[in-house]
């Protein structure tokens, strides 16, 4: 979200549904520094090996 808590438009597909290749890239970045407490690293790694 931007400052104004507003979804940033640059991050998203022209739909501004889906996420384009920056939107996912930091979505991952986000989840990622989350998951680690929760799943086993190489779970963890299969599971984000599909996401681009």
């Given at each position: 979200l931007d400052a104004e808590?507003?979804?940033r438009p640059e991050l998203?597909?022209?739909d501004r549904l889906h996420l384009?290749?920056?939107g996912?890239?930091?979505w991952k970045s986000i989840i990622t520094a989350q998951l680690p407490a929760t799943?086993?690293?190489q779970l963890?790694?299969?599971q984000l090996a599909g996401i681009h």
């Open positions: 808590g507003q979804p998203f597909l022209p384009n290749d920056a996912y890239r930091l799943a086993p690293s963890l790694a299969e």
